[in-house]
Nanobody, 113 residues
Framework: VQLVESGGGLVQPGGSLRLSCAAS????????MSWYRRCPGKERELVAV????????NYADSVKGRFTISRDNAKNTVYLQMDSLKPEDTAVYYC???????WGQGTQVTVSS
């Protein structure tokens, strides 16, 4: 199993980024997937979850209405569209196979002017 995140970077407050997580080594379409983040000085927290079919999603209250999780099962990829970014969204973002031991290496997102 391999999960590889990409798309992080530096963005100004109010800006947008789209993170991608490319999965391999398992039947991607059979698993729910999730995004977590670790903000500086804080514990890692769940950001969003998407069901295997993409038909159901859930979000942390802190990102609801600003972030959108989606997936393309044909491309074995899960995405996190992040809009209206705030400085407090600064974190390392991780992809995880839902409730499982497999995590990506993380991608840094910094929101700063």
């Amino acid at each position: 199993v391999q999960l590889v995140e990409s798309g992080g970077g530096l963005v100004q407050p109010g800006g947008s980024l789209r993170l991608s997580c490319a999965a391999s080594g398992f039947t991607f379409s059979s698993y729910s997937m999730s995004w977590y983040r670790r903000c500086p000085g804080k514990e890692r927290e769940l950001v969003a979850v998407i069901a295997s079919s993409g038909g159901s999603t859930n979000y942390a209250d802190s990102v609801k209405g600003r972030f959108t999780i989606s997936r393309d099962n044909a491309k074995n990829t899960v995405y996190l569209q992040m809009d209206s970014l705030k400085p407090e969204d600064t974190a390392v973002y991780y992809c995880r196979r839902w409730r499982d031991v497999y995590w990506g290496q993380g991608t840094q997102v910094t929101v700063s002017s």
